[in-house]
């Protein structure tokens, strides 16, 4: 039923009229406040599905469902950054080969480009092109550890300073550290505060609208058990 009602609201939305943001409006709220209903419920369906899960093929179905919401709704940055994020976890995930996996992670830095270009909150997007480059570097570490290490570790800098409070560039610098070699600085012990301060952020941060990014904490929570820190719920 709510499959449905999210492939109705699409279709809904895509033979609506299409109005563009007014000059000088926010650009974060461009589509979802004009969508018809259920549009918005639809999404966070999509949303809560692609950011719960770490199975690719679950993944590679809601980058998809992404693909249809921003052809239905051609203003709205949102899906297409969904789109960016699902097809990045997918890459992590991947029992692919190197060469799919970059294919993967093209299309996402495609998905993220487009987004851009939609003026998306540019913290947020940043914050995930690290996570590209974090990614990028998984498919093989040896040879792109400090190419794409530093690349990551730019972007998400280049994120914190335009929001400080946006945790999720805390937590892209932190999986830096984390996977760094000891004999560079890196390791659990060195990523450990940089993770508290994840954390801290996480459990302060307010997303914009009720669709916006929220995505991180649970990888945060996971690593501080491993640190055997006790649990925190977010505010």
Same mark, same amino acid.
């Given at each position: 039923?709510?499959?449905?009602?999210?492939?109705?609201?699409?279709?809904?939305?895509?033979?609506?009229?299409?109005?563009?943001?007014?000059?000088?409006?926010?650009?974060?709220?461009?589509?979802?406040?004009?969508?018809?209903?259920?549009?918005?419920?639809?999404?966070?369906?999509?949303?809560?599905?692609?950011?719960?899960?770490?199975?690719?093929?679950?993944?590679?179905?809601?980058?998809?469902?992404?693909?249809?919401?921003?052809?239905?709704?051609?203003?709205?940055?949102?899906?297409?950054?969904?789109?960016?994020?699902?097809?990045?976890?997918?890459?992590?995930?991947?029992?692919?080969?190197?060469?799919?996996?970059?294919?993967?992670?093209?299309? =996402? !830095?495609? *998905?993220?480009? +487009? %987004? /851009?270009? $939609?003026?998306?909150?540019?913290?947020?997007?940043?914050?995930?092109? @690290?996570?590209?480059?974090?990614?990028?570097?998984?498919?093989?570490?040896?040879?792109?550890?400090?190419?794409?290490?530093?690349? =990551? !570790?730019? *972007?998400?800098? +280049? %994120? /914190?300073? $335009?929001?400080?409070?946006?945790?999720?560039?805390?937590?892209?610098? @932190?999986?830096?550290?984390?996977?760094?070699?000891?004999?560079?600085?890196?390791?659990?012990?060195?990523?450990?505060?940089?993770?508290?301060?994840?954390?801290?952020?996480?459990?302060?941060?307010?997303?914009?609208?009720?669709?916006?990014?929220?995505?991180?904490?649970?990888?945060?929570?996971?690593?501080?058990?491993?640190?055997?820190?006790?649990?925190?719920?977010?505010?």
């Amino acid at each position: 039923m709510k499959k449905s009602l999210f492939t109705l609201a699409l279709v809904a939305f895509a033979l609506a009229a299409t109005a563009q943001t007014k000059p000088g409006a926010p650009a974060k709220a461009a589509t979802t406040a004009a969508a018809p209903a259920g549009y918005a419920e639809g999404m966070a369906q999509a949303i809560a599905e692609i950011t719960r899960t770490g199975d690719p093929a679950v993944l590679q179905a809601g980058a998809a469902k992404m693909e249809r919401a921003a052809a239905a709704a051609p203003t709205d940055w949102l899906p297409r950054y969904y789109q960016a994020y699902a097809l990045t976890v997918s890459a992590f995930g991947s029992q692919d080969n190197a060469t799919a996996k970059d294919n993967t992670l093209d299309q =996402a !830095e495609k *998905a993220l480009g +487009q %987004a /851009r270009q $939609l003026k998306g909150d540019e913290s947020e997007l940043l914050a995930l092109q @690290a996570y590209v480059y974090q990614a990028r570097l998984m498919v093989a570490p040896m040879e792109r550890g400090q190419q794409y290490s530093e690349l =990551a !570790e730019g *972007a998400g800098a +280049q %994120a /914190r300073a $335009l929001n400080p409070a946006n945790p999720r560039p805390y937590l892209i610098a @932190a999986n830096n550290l984390y996977h760094m070699p000891s004999e560079y600085g890196g390791g659990a012990a060195a990523a450990r505060p940089l993770f508290e301060a994840a954390q801290a952020k996480f459990l302060a941060f307010k997303p914009a609208t009720a669709l916006a990014p929220t995505w991180g904490q649970h990888q945060v929570q996971a690593r501080m058990q491993e640190y055997g820190a006790p649990a925190q719920a977010s505010k």
